[in-house]
T-cell receptor
Framework: NAGVMQNPRHLVRRRGQEARLRCSPM?????VYWYRQLPEEGLKFMVYLQKENIIDESGMPKERFSAEFPKEGPSILRIQQVVRGDSAAYFC?????????????FGQGTRLTVV | DQQVKQNSPSLSVQEGRISILNCDYTNSMFDYFLWYKKYPAEGPTFLISISSIKDKNEDGRFTVFLNKSAKHLSLHIVPSQPGDSAVYFCAATTNTGTASKLTFGTGTRLQVTL
């Protein structure tokens, strides 16, 4: 059973471009969470999704950021018109429907660098 | 507003000795607490958790203690091993419904020396 898969592992974007981060949850997991870790900080919750639904997006910046988890395919975190301050490690986590989010399993992260 | 705090950014312990990592929280609604271990360039790995109805949970070399009145928890690793060297994150959640989001501390970097 493969773990949570994130790609790409590293992403470099110029200011103003779009960044797309992908997350494939573990098999059988229907809950997906995105977290962001800025340098020297802890992980900060961004958004919680189930298939085709955004359940909690209280941690998402109001502009430029969006997330989806379609019926088929991976979850996507999209950042439009990136700025230097978006440079961070973005982690995806997944959990099965019966266990809730308490023991979520994390992917290896995507390190976004905006130049 | 940092609801989960790890006030020690780093800790150095000799191999074989006990490592004690501390965590404080401010939100009384938190009722489930977790510790994650993180190596560089990897995602966090779940280590151990504790529900607010307990004050201790043990798993092998790892024990987590919870003091609800003080809003404090600690992770004890004994004996410490060089492979334990990593960043340890404390996390908390309100375990309502079928899922919940985690609030993380800023982490403590543990270095286990030979």
């Amino acid at each position: 059973n493969a773990g949570v898969m994130q790609n790409p592992r590293h992403l470099v974007r110029r200011r103003g471009q779009e960044a797309r981060l992908r997350c494939s949850p573990m098999k059988g997991h229907s809950h997906v969470y995105w977290y962001r870790q800025l340098p020297e900080e802890g992980l900060k919750f961004m958004v919680y999704l189930q298939k085709e639904n955004i359940i909690d997006e209280s941690g998402m910046p109001k502009e430029r950021f969006s997330a989806e988890f379609p019926k088929e395919g991976p979850s996507i975190l999209r950042i439009q018109q990136v700025v230097r301050g978006d440079s961070a490690a973005y982690f995806c986590a997944s959990s099965p429907p019966s266990r809730g989010g308490t023991e979520a399993f994390f992917g290896q992260g995507t390190r976004l660098t905006v130049v | 507003d940092q609801q989960v705090k790890q006030n020690s950014p780093s800790l150095s312990v000799q191999e074989g000795r006990i490592s004690i990592l501390n965590c404080d929280y401010t939100n009384s609604m938190f009722d489930y607490f977790l510790w994650y271990k993180k190596y560089p360039a990897e995602g966090p790995t779940f280590l151990i958790s504790i529900s607010s109805i307990k004050d201790k949970n043990e798993d092998g070399r790892f024990t987590v203690f919870l003091n609800k009145s003080a809003k404090h928890l600690s992770l004890h690793i004994v004996p410490s091993q060089p492979g334990d060297s990593a960043v340890y994150f404390c996390a908390a959640t309100t375990n309502t419904g079928t899922a919940s989001k985690l609030t993380f501390g800023t982490g403590t970097r543990l270095q286990v020396t030979l």
